[in-house]
């Protein structure tokens, strides 16, 4: 298959080596302004919830954190299964510098949902619940992938092999989605993504977006500096890098 | 006899994280050839073997068999090629017959194979459980499974570990039968003269 | 003989002359089924809301311990890249060893499973439901234990790695396995959770070879 030349491009570390170092100041700056913006606004300025009060400020983490997870666990499969069929390792590279970002995303978000859930349901845990099992299997998704990547000695084979179960588990993500929709949950349905547009009051809303693009912004400056630190490690003592040593690079 | 390569590596290079095994490794094998892998322990024989029966995919460089790549073969032209590594394939808890009836069923080569195993001398042996067979038994065993599978290309790793002296002569004597019949063979082993013929290709990688 | 009947009527013939092996799932299902009472000392009315999650958890756990068998043996002895190189279809050859292991291991399980129910006091007319639904449990099961097998092939010590791969991912199974019979015990339709089952059997079925043969040919190199 004949493919475009950017994406030849895109197999080269040192190039994308050198890009990341482009696009991280910005993604970082960037992120963490839109963080502070987004956080004040939300936790000061935005109203309280006509239901819930000041507890329900926390919507301002917590499906972020959530959706940031499921986004990383995708690129991560993504990137596995582009390193599986063309047998790119940057892109396997990519995958495993995404798991365990995704990981603490996931953590964050079964975390903040659980301190949601002692004032508003009046439990820190909600068994049976199926949002929230869905959402606790995509972590054991995220950790059984970095267990079984550091299971094997040889780097190429753990690739491959971690590749099969990322994509296997791909399955999970639209399940949590859906899941406050196909079944009875605590959760409330999806307030954004739905028919008929968002279910928020503009005053909410802007922060919220605000919040999403911070956290979409912050979460790939950190995969490109993971990104990094792994390439180098595979890359090892080849010639680009002691170049790259030699000019004083950070 | 034609001149037509069947079997052919091009700038073969397998890596082992930092090691090089070896590397810008060329050779073609047409019908009625015989080659001959050599080289010392750890030097790469069964990586190479395993990478032409498409068990693993070289650092660098393409093995293709008739024009397509070996990892890609499948169903009957995948059939073409029998590899035998150090394992026998056997399962020890079923008996020898058991065992080759499987084995010409997983490869549909339904046929009688007493007249195989009577050469091998394993006819006395054949209602026997494998566990309870002599390592150079197991051997001709694995043996009898390569001749069940008509295959075309043989890649045989050291082949003459535990057999005795009339085993490695019939084994030695069923080669130069099968090159002659239009066969190809690579076959890694330490006593390259024993398979000694006419137009044997040496591939040494050390 | 096709392939597929040749691998399955050979893994079947091993497992068989093994025997005594074939047991240990049967036994390690009994023993933790009985630990859950003796733990939690509960009335007779407490027995009958956990019965049902302990017993799906035990069948769950108790499939996993026949893993070895799946493939390291054969990888072991060179069955395994030789079933990889003939000209069947991997993907046949695994749903052959994947249906072998759900005859000899699950089976069994399912059979204990209603004898159990009733320790449990689960009432006789939820227990067709429940046979049901580990029936329709089954495939998909076998099918993610194989992919845990599979997929650690490739590792000198898969033991216990292998559970923490392949349990979370049965976490559908138990909850709508539970749901069933839990719907059944109450005495209303339990059509909706069999379903599912059924659909997550089918997806199983048809995908997971797939994934499978990738595995083992990953594992294996």
Redesign the interface.
Known sequence: MKLPRWFHQLGSPPYVYRLADRLCPWLGGLGVTLLIIGAYWGLVIAPPDYQQGDSARIIYIHPQTAYIGMMAYVVMAVAAAIGYVW?LKLAHAVAVSAAPIGAWFTFCALFTGSVWGRPTWGTYWQW?D?RI??EA?LL??F??YL??RG??D?RD?AD??TA??A???VVNIP?VHFSVEWWNSIHQGPTIFRAGGPAMTNDMLVPFLIMVAAFTLTFYWLLLRRLQAEIIERE??TRWIRELVAEGAP | MTDRALLCGRELAVWRGERCLFEQLHFELGPEQLAVLVGANGSGKTTLLRILAGLGLPTAGSATWKGTSIAELAGEERAEIAYRGHHDALKRDMTVVENLAFHSALWGQEQAFEDILEELKLDHVAHMRARYLSAGQRRRAAMAMLKLQGAKLWLLDEPTTNLDGEGRALLVEWTHRHIAGGGLAVIATHQPDEFAMRGALVIDLS | MSAFQAVLLRDLRVAFRRWSELAHPLIFFVIVVTLFPLALSPTSSQLREVGVGVLWVATLLSSLLALDGLFRADADDGSLEQMLLSPAPMTITVLAKVTAHALVTLLPLICLVPVSAYTFNIPLAALPTLAVALLLAAPTLSVLVALGAALTVGLRRGGSIVGLLVLPLTAPLLIFGTRATDLSVNGEPTTAPLLFLGALAALAVSLGPLAIAAAVKVGIE
């Open positions: 047998r049976g199926p099992m869905f299997l054991f998704l950790l059984g267990a079984l299971a094997f040889d084979k491959r092999v099969i179960l994509v296997v588990g399940i090892g003592d």
